[in-house]
């Protein structure tokens, strides 16, 4: 099968744990990041590295959200307020200027577990509502019959030997056949690969900066999130989905 023009990363924020429910952030994330290759090769990657060998020196370290909000290493010089300014600033317009479609689906985890009986797992839900938007969007960008690669980032022991990968994997190949309950059909044209986050891909890490807010703005609509302000700009648009692109549930 023939390669197709896009590449796509995935990243997720929160826990899909239903057990336990955060009520300070009871919201599982999942975003895609889907990349024209060309886009990819010749002007994201080197954007991000040129940003990297500016603050670091090196191009090695991971940009990590959490890391970054919580000032924790390698990110211990943002504890300056103006430092730490300037850096999000130029990482934010970074993200505004980088050609990628965002395919986002949110599910309120306390909201799910109060109306079903049963609740599906969130991670296999919000995979399922991506997956739908984006056979939709590559389709609609003539990529029929040819084959699109999904990057997700290892969760557990080595690459596809963790336990939760090895779930991830299966519920990717459910959907693919169309053997979810809510699946509407199946798709022959997706492929999965789980990399470990040593792997250093600034897809997976330009997926990661986007998940947060996106959860963020779901929970608090009115308070000020400028990332999400610059994010929702690279959603999928309407003329597919209403609420220009984000899928919230239930």
Known sequence: MEYGDYIVFVDESGDHNLEIVNPEY??????????????????????????????????????????????????????????????????????????MTIIPAVIRKDHHKQRYSDPDNPYHLALLFCMERLALFLNANQQTGKLTHIIFEQRGGKAGGGEEDRKLELEFRRIMDGKHYLARRGFSNMEMEIIPKASNSIGLQLADLVA????????????VNRP?????????????????????FP
């Open 26 to 99: 009871p919201v599982f994330v999942l975003a895609l990041c889907v990349f024209r290759k060309e886009d990819y090769v010749n002007i994201v990657c080197p954007r991000v590295q040129q940003f990297k060998l500016a603050w670091f020196g090196h191009d090695v370290c991971i940009l990590h959200e959490r890391e970054i909000r919580k000032d924790l290493p390698p990110f211990g010089f943002l504890k300056s307020r103006a430092i730490k300014e300037d850096f999000l600033t130029q990482l934010t317009a970074i993200i505004a200027d980088t050609s």
């Open 212 to 223: 947060r807010p996106i959860g963020l703005r779901c929970m608090r609509p009115l308070q």
């Open 228 to 248: 999400f302000d610059i994010i929702r700009t690279k959603f999928m648009g309407s003329e597919f989905f209403p609420h220009n692109g984000m899928k919230v």
